[in-house]
C-alpha cells in the first residue's frame, strides 16, 4: 500500500491529548513539550497532560499544544523506522507536514505556529469572530448564502474551506456568520460551532497575514525530501519557494481538504495515518475516499495498531 501521513488542525484538539502517550514515553516530553515550554514561556507540558478544555480556548495555546503532540507521534512512527510516501495537512496540520518533509526544523515551524496563533487572537478579539461547519449544502451555495449574509449585516462571513464533499466551514465576523448558519439551516442544513479563537482562512486576517509575512520571509525553508500535498492549493509543493508562499497565503485562503485528499489518491495514496491527536481527520479522509484505509493514533493502542500494520506491510 502507499501511505500518507496527514496532521490535524484544531477542531482535533482536547485537554490532556498527550497525557496518555507521555505516561508510555515520559522522554517525549522532556524532547518536545518541556523544551516547548522553555522556548515559548508557556506551560504546553501542562496543557498536554492535565489541562482544562479552558486552556484551549487561546488559539496561541492550543495550536502549539496540537503541534507538539503530532511531533511526539511522528517521533514515535520514526523510532519503528516507519517513513511516509506523502504527507499533507489540515489548516494548523500544515506546519507539521512541513516537519514531516524536511521543509522546516520542528522548532523552527513551532514558532511559526505560536505567532499564528497569537496573531489570529488579536483580531478574533477585536472584530468578535464565530466559526462553523456547515453540512448539506454545495459550497457554492454556501458561498451565495454568505454573500446574502454579508450584504444584510455589513459584516465579514466567507467559506473557509471544504472539509469534504457535504461539510464546509465558514468564518468570519459572529453576527454574519450567524445570519448565515441560519440561512443554511433554514434550507436544510446542518451547523456545528467550532472553537477557533480566530476568524482562519477569511479576509479579516489580511493584516495579521502581512505581520506573519516579515517572520517567513526570515524563515529558512528547504525543498521537501517527502512529496508534500498543499492544503492551501490542493496541489503538489515541490520547492522551499512554493512551501513559503503556501503558508504565507493560508492565514487568508480557505482550506481545500477535499482537493488535497484527491490529489493523494490520484498519485496511489490508499492507505492514512492521521498523526496526532483525534481522529476528526481520519473521518474527513473516509468520507471522501470510502475505500482507503484509514488509521488514527491518538491512542496508545491505537497508535500500537497503526505501527503493526505499517510495519508488516513495510517487511
Not at 9 to 23: R, V
Not at 39 to 63: E, H, K, M, N
Not at 174 to 186: D, I, L, N, P, S
Not at 280 to 287: A, E, Q, S, Y
Request: net charge negative; proline share 5%.
Amino acid at each position: 500500500m502507499t501511505t500518507a501521513f496527514v496532521f490535524p488542525g484544531q477542531g482535533s484538539a482536547y485537554a490532556g491529548m498527550a497525557k496518555e502517550l507521555l505516561a508510555l514515553r515520559p522522554d517525549l516530553a522532556d524532547t518536545y513539550y518541556r523544551t516547548a515550554d522553555d522556548l515559548l514561556g508557556i506551560p504546553l507540558a501542562g496543557v498536554c497532560l492535565d489541562g482544562s478544555p479552558r486552556d484551549l480556548d487561546d488559539p496561541a495555546v492550543a495550536q502549539p499544544a496540537i503541534f507538539l503532540t503530532s511531533m511526539a507521534v511522528l517521533e514515535v512512527l520514526r523510532g519503528e523506522g516507519l517513513r511516509p510516501d506523502a504527507v499533507a495537512g489540515h489548516s494548523l496540520g500544515e506546519y507539521a507536514a512541513l516537519v514531516a518533509a524536511g521543509v522546516l526544523e520542528w522548532t523552527e515551524a513551532l514558532w511559526l505556529v505560536r505567532l499564528r496563533g497569537e496573531l489570529v487572537a488579536t483580531v478574533g478579539d477585536r472584530v468578535g469572530s464565530a466559526t462553523a461547519a456547515v453540512i448539506g449544502p454545495s459550497r457554492a451555495e454556501l458561498a451565495r448564502i454568505c454573500a446574502e449574509a454579508r450584504a444584510a449585516t455589513g459584516q465579514v462571513v466567507e467559506v473557509a474551506g471544504d472539509n469534504e464533499p457535504r461539510q464546509t466551514v465558514v468564518s468570519g465576523q459572529a453576527e454574519a456568520v450567524a445570519r448565515a448558519t441560519e440561512a443554511a439551516r433554514a434550507a436544510g442544513a446542518r451547523v456545528e460551532w467550532l472553537r477557533t479563537g480566530g476568524p482562519f482562512h477569511s479576509s479579516l486576517l489580511g493584516e495579521a497575514e502581512a505581520e506573519f509575512t516579515e517572520t517567513l520571509i526570515a524563515t529558512e525553508f528547504r525543498d521537501p525530501v517527502v512529496p508534500l500535498v498543499s492544503g492551501v492549493t490542493g496541489g503538489w509543493v515541490t520547492s522551499a519557494a512554493e512551501a513559503a508562499v503556501a503558508l504565507r497565503g493560508q492565514l487568508t485562503s480557505p482550506v481545500r481538504w477535499t482537493g488535497a485528499v484527491g490529489t493523494l489518491a490520484a498519485s496511489g495514496v490508499d492507505r492514512f495515518v492521521e498523526v496526532g491527536p483525534g481522529r476528526v481527520l481520519g473521518g474527513l479522509v473516509r468520507r471522501i475516499l470510502p475505500d482507503a484505509r484509514v488509521h488514527s493514533t491518538h491512542t496508545p493502542d491505537r497508535l500500537a495498531l497503526a505501527v503493526d500494520e505499517l510495519t508488516a506491510t513495510a517487511a
